[in-house]
């Protein structure tokens, strides 16, 4: 399910996830909570649908991703994300490893190691994806460019991977088409400052003008 209401304050934040990992990693328990809070969700809409219909009597899509989250959490003081979709590529790595594990348990052929995108409803564009694969030491210094709004529309999309109709309704936009433009400028910011000189360099280059 989507973050409720009570959560909202604490996870529609510009934030990256970078940071709630490296809190979580020193112990922070909120941090991990918030975490996990940001990841299943979209996680769960992911998965959903891809247990194969003769594994479902034994295990369900919600175990399946509750058992990728503890996984990732025993080992989390290990995990590195070296690009922006780093988490998320590791948890759905982790939910077709068990679909796997599952479907041979039960002695049945594995699923095809090609598995669908997202639902087609509302996919992601190729400047998300772009942006997806960036290393988070680049991601991280030109998010901190922008406005605190473009940093959170983005840190909504990219990391939380929240839908465009959840986004409308926790940033108070009339429709999905407003949504859809006000992401994509934030998305262009943000591609403007991935392709200039870092923000150190700026910063110097400023100041020895003066």
């Known amino acids: 399910m989507p973050p409720n209401d009570v959560d909202e ?3 529609l934040s510009d934030q990256p996830t970078i940071e709630l990992i490296v809190r979580a990693q020193a112990g922070d328990d ?5 975490l996990l809070q940001r990841c299943l969700p979209p996680l769960k809409r992911w998965a959903h649908g ?3 219909t003769s594994a479902r ?8 991703v509750q058992n990728a989250a503890l996984h990732m959490l025993s080992r989390l003081d290990r995990f590195e994300p070296r690009h922006v979709g780093a988490m998320q590529a590791y948890l759905r790595q982790s939910v077709i490893n068990r679909i796997r594990d599952e479907v041979r348990r039960i002695g049945r052929q594995p699923p095809p190691i090609e598995i669908p995108d997202d639902l087609p409803s509302d996919r992601e564009t190729p400047l998300e994806t772009a942006i997806q694969a960036e290393e988070y030491d680049r991601y991280r210094v030109a998010l901190m460019q922008l406005r605190p709004r473009d940093r959170e529309l983005i840190v909504a999309r990219i990391e939380m991977q929240w839908s465009l109709a959840e986004i409308a309704h926790r940033f108070n936009l009339p429709t999905v088409e407003a949504v859809r433009m006000a992401v994509m400028r934030a998305m262009r910011r943000l591609t403007t400052e991935l392709a200039g000189p870092p923000a150190k360099a700026r910063r110097s280059k400023a100041s020895s003008s003066r």
């Open 9 to 11: 304050k604490r996870l």
């Open 30 to 34: 909120t941090a991990t909570e918030a």
């Open 50 to 52: 891809r247990l194969p």
């Open 57 to 64: 009597g034994t295990l369900d899509t919600d175990d399946i």
